[in-house]
């Protein structure tokens, strides 16, 4: 088993920043990408940024600019700094891990976090 902890979300007025972070632990034998998405009311889930073990990065056109996503490969964790906030960034944040599990034949895996929420107010 793969278990997420996120954390950093919260409430903050437009053209604020918040860091949120997600550790991966468990039956890891590696990790192919680590990425956030969020989800709004009424809409659907969308990719918010996503890195791979290369480093190689991936965000959406929305955000591109503000936010900034890394990771710490010895911590399995991922963070996702956001900065100039808009109310349309309201959303439930999820990260997602993407990898191979310890065990016979390497099974790969894809965990997703129970999500964290971030409210921008106007």
């Known amino acids: 088993q793969v278990q997420l902890v996120e954390s950093g979300g919260g409430l903050v007025q437009a053209g604020g920043s918040l860091r949120l972070s997600c550790a991966a632990s468990?039956?890891?034998?590696?990790?192919?990408?680590m990425g956030w998405y969020r989800q709004a009311p009424g809409k659907q889930r969308e990719l918010v940024a996503d890195i791979t073990s290369g480093g190689s990065t991936n965000y959406a056109d929305s955000v591109k600019g503000r936010f900034t996503i890394s990771r710490d490969g010895a911590k399995n964790t991922v963070y996702l700094h956001m900065n100039s906030l808009k109310p349309e960034d309201t959303a439930v944040y999820y990260c997602?891990?993407?990898?191979?599990?310890?065990?016979?034949?390497?099974?790969?895996?894809?965990?997703w976090g129970k999500g964290t929420q971030v409210t921008v107010s106007s």
């Open positions: 997602n891990v993407r990898g191979l599990r310890v065990g016979v034949g390497f099974p790969r895996f894809e965990y």
């Open positions: 468990g039956s890891i034998l590696s990790i192919n990408a």
